[in-house]
């Protein structure tokens, strides 16, 4: 079955002009055109897929210390039943881990050297079920037996605090004893059993563990504070706690991993939205160059246009060619930016060790960083709206100089040939 002559001739123009030197310039400027969209395009896609990989990388290493989900009692205090709160939020298909724990704040002390840090009270039996750093660690938490006062602390804090394993420190708990000499805070001397790393210095410099009997004598707490839950998919946590928040019965605090941390979120969601305007601006800059590419071939194809409507050839028909033309130079540029970028981005984590070896240069420092090395995390719910907005715009662009050229008046093009 033989092509629409529209889109034949519309192809052949994309083509023609590179063998000849009068049309050498307008071939370029369209060479140039397709050039741009492919690197805007690739652009997007590995600046959109390192931001993926660093959210990604840095939610991970936050997850590894906080649970996906915490159920606090009612009005910050113990829950009333513990036995009773674990059975009901086991009943949840999505949950498959589930831990008390003991929440406080308090100073920990060696010698001069004093520093504000969140307590937890973990049962080390259970806490492996809903963090990866106890699971990773549990050889350290066993040490945490009851009675014994043991304290673990994340490396970040023991560092700052030049302790180890075997150390003493003292544990000041908030509220403290009155006494007919005033208020006396409460001092607990502690053994330091180890530490943990999870990665996330936040938590690595300001959180320590112990027994969740400990906590609960030190702080004098009649039970656990709350329970910590593991889901199957860690991106439902929302809609679990709303779940939960409606089948529990009592009147419990129910957060999830997403409100913990929503400022940092918000701020990377932010960060990647006006990246992507910055960047979809080169792609369209790129795109609406077709617009000079078209409108120079318009001019130096006035004598065919004209020959073409004599012969019959509508309007539409004159359209369409241009179209074919400026439409093929946006598909051939969005095609290979997408393989290019997608290229880079699932290589980047040999692309750039290649690069700092090259340059002697890090740009990842350890000492500086959080991570150091590049991640990427390519997604489709990316990739996609890229692709349709380099297309659109393309198209868009060619509209006007297409318009141009059905308007071409037959007499008048062939008045001077």
């Not at 589930?98 to 308090?106: D, E, G, T, W, Y």
């Not at 369409?320 to 290019?340: C, D, N, P, W």
Request: charged share 20%; glycine share 8%.
């Amino acid at each position: 079955m033989a092509l629409p002559y529209e889109l034949v001739l519309g192809w052949r123009y994309t083509r023609a002009g590179r063998a000849t030197r009068r049309n050498g310039f307008i071939s370029f400027i369209s060479g140039v055109s397709m050039l741009g969209i492919a690197l805007g395009v690739a652009a997007l896609i590995i600046v959109l897929s390192v931001m993926n990989g660093f959210q990604k990388e840095v939610r991970d290493r936050m997850l590894g210390v906080v649970s996906h989900i915490e159920v606090f009692g009612p009005g910050g205090g113990v829950l009333p039943d513990l036995e009773k709160t674990l059975s009901e939020v086991r009943k949840n298909p999505e949950v498959v881990g589930a831990a008390p724990f003991v929440a406080a704040q308090s100073l920990l002390a060696r010698c001069e050297d004093m520093r504000g840090t969140l307590v937890r009270g973990i049962d080390p039996r259970l806490e492996s079920q809903v963090t990866e750093v106890a699971a990773t660690s549990q050889a350290t938490l066993d040490k945490l037996v009851p009675g014994q006062f043991n304290i673990v602390l994340g490396v970040e804090l023991a560092r700052a605090m030049g302790v180890q394993a075997g150390d003493a420190v003292t544990l000041i708990a908030p509220g403290g004893q009155v006494t007919p000499a005033g208020v006396v805070p409460r001092l607990k001397q502690m053994t330091v059993a180890g530490t943990f790393d999870s990665g996330h210095f936040e938590y690595d410099s300001g959180l320590v563990m112990l027994n969740i009997e400990d906590a609960q004598r030190i702080f004098r707490l009649e039970g656990p504070t709350g329970v910590r839950l593991k889901l199957k998919d860690l991106n439902r946590a929302r809609q679990v706690a709303a779940d939960l928040t409606t089948q529990l019965s009592g009147d419990f605090l129910v957060r999830d991993w997403t409100r913990q941390n929503r400022t940092w979120f918000a701020a990377v969601q932010l960060e990647k939205r006006m990246m992507f305007i910055i960047l979809t601006l080169i792609v369209a800059v790129a795109a609406f160059n077709l617009v000079s590419t078209l409108v120079m071939t318009v001019t130096d194809k006035r004598a065919d246009i004209a020959i073409l409507r004599t012969l019959g050839a509508s309007p539409g028909s004159i359209m369409g060619i241009f179209v074919v033309q400026g439409a093929a130079i946006g598909v051939i540029g969005t095609l290979a930016g997408l393989l290019f970028g997608l290229g880079v981005a699932m290589n980047i984590d040999v692309l750039v060790p290649a690069l700092e070896h090259a340059l002697n240069a890090s740009f990842l420092p350890k000492d500086v960083y959080l991570i150091s090395r590049m991640p990427s995390d390519p997604q489709s719910a990316d990739v996609v709206p890229i692709a349709v907005i380099s297309l659109v715009l393309s198209f868009l662009a060619t509209l006007y100089p297409s318009w141009r050229a059905s308007r071409v008046n037959p007499a008048e093009a062939l008045r001077y040939e």
